[in-house]
């Protein structure tokens, strides 16, 4: 068992009972405050722990870090150290951090420089995202795309069940919960026999995805195995990766997606490390046909995450209109990293591979609006009385995730964006 992991761990900080981020989490992200400069940061209960003061202030020690590592805008130099390094920079901080450690606990003026409210801390993008890849993991969720749009007896193309289908995102436009967003403009082809028209989007959706960040991989012309994956993958984060339906239709053939999603994808701050979701991997579903020998994997590499999402219009109570779980994927990290880099493609340090649309077998587990209301043809009741069958101006939609067992919870916090008009 990995120390930090230890169900028994208890911290001398107060963590409330239905924290995301007991002693046994400590997940990384970059903060800031009115008078602290962007940094990275952990997070135990409502406070941030500021890891640069630790440095300074000699907590870690005989660790592979220099204060550049901490004083920075992004994780990117913390995880250049590798997969070694950070696992035992987190389980540093579960030992400083837990009952039976004194060090920093007994020193009232260290932990008033280490531990900010997280009232007071602005968090900011975790990471500098050099590549962005999106894949379409979830059969649930690609069988009712393909009911809906194509045959319902031949939902899944040919492929689908041989590779996890991906596309490579746009990664400048990835941005932290907190951030509104604009509806995107673009072309929609109304009606078949029309022309097509330019203007803003009106099929608005959210799609529920996890994603996760790498280490740097191997170099290019290398690949990364299935054994190998969990050695290249840092931690993981919530994404809500925005869809224009209307503006997507009409794009995507031949090359797929462009205007349609690269106006905004939303993540959580917090990087969940692999370490701490270990506890938490589950077998995963059978595949069939057989996958090819390179897609092939040992282990359990798919993960229980308790999913959720809820929209607030403005001025009113949210509507939780979706509940999901990670588990429900079909491919898991280790075959998309896998399959990402079996042609060369070299991975780096930094780089975002999001899972796809997470949708369960049951209607209240779908993940994006389209299915929801399937196609607009299933209004959804909000509880001001008002209806939603695709996002509206000004509504605000939140996810939310966490993992729970043995009497631990794990969670990622949320990623909460809210959709302003478009732009003139």
């Not at 209240?364 to 996002?391: N, Q």
């Not at 964006?417 to 478009?422: D, R, S």
């Given at each position: ?277 270990e506890p938490f991997s ?72 999001a899972s796809g649309t ?67």
């Amino acid at each position: 068992m990995i120390k930090a992991n230890d169900p028994s761990l208890s911290s001398w900080v107060e963590v409330p009972s239905n924290s995301d981020f007991p002693i046994q989490n400590i997940p990384f992200g970059i903060f800031k405050t009115e008078q602290l400069s962007p940094r990275v940061g952990s997070r135990i209960g409502d406070y941030v722990i500021d890891l640069k003061s630790l440095f300074v202030l000699g907590y870690l020690k005989n660790l592979p870090f220099q204060i550049s590592d901490f004083d920075t805008p992004a994780l990117n130099s913390l995880m250049k150290h590798g997969k070694k390094a950070t696992s035992d920079l987190r389980n540093r901080l579960s030992k400083l951090f837990s009952n039976d450690n004194n060090d920093l606990k007994n020193n009232e003026h260290h932990v008033s420089q280490v531990l900010i409210d997280v009232t007071e801390v602005e968090m900011l993008m975790p990471v500098q995202v050099g590549d962005y890849t999106d894949f379409y993991s979830s059969r649930d969720h690609a069988t009712n795309v393909g009911t809906m749009f194509r045959d319902p007896n031949n939902a899944l193309l040919p492929n689908w069940l041989w590779i996890p289908v991906g596309y490579h995102g746009r990664a400048s436009s990835i941005v932290p919960s907190g951030t509104p967003i604009h509806r995107p403009k673009g072309q929609q082809k109304p009606a078949e026999d029309a022309d097509p028209i330019f203007g803003p989007c009106k099929l608005l959706d959210f799609e529920l995805e996890m994603a996760f960040v790498t280490f740097d991989g191997k170099p290019l012309g290398d690949s990364i195995s299935t054994q190998e994956a969990k050695d290249y993958i840092f931690g993981m984060c919530i994404m809500n990766d925005w869809s224009a339906r209307d503006i997507q239709k009409w794009e995507y053939v031949p090359l797929g997606p462009f205007l349609a999603k690269s106006f905004a994808s939303s993540i959580s701050p917090w990087i969940v490390t692999m370490d701490a979701l270990e506890p938490f991997s589950i077998e995963g579903p059978k595949q069939e046909p057989e996958v090819l020998p390179y897609l092939k994997y040992e282990g359990n590499h798919h993960y229980d995450i308790h999913l959720e999402v809820g929209i607030l219009p403005e001025k009113a109570e949210e509507t939780v209109v979706c509940v999901s779980n990670y588990k429900h994927m079909y491919w898991n990290m280790a075959q998309q990293l896998a399959h990402h880099s079996v042609n060369g493609c070299n991975i780096r340090c930094g780089d975002m591979m999001a899972s796809g649309t997470i949708s369960g077998p049951t209607p209240s587990s779908f993940g994006s609006m389209l299915e929801i209301s399937w196609r607009g043809t299933k209004p959804v009741a909000m509880k001001d009385g008002s209806e939603r069958k695709f996002i509206q101006d000004h509504d605000t939609v939140v996810m939310r995730g966490h993992c729970e067992k043995n009497g631990v919870r794990i969670g990622f916090g949320e990623v909460e964006t809210k959709v302003l008009p478009a732009k003139d």
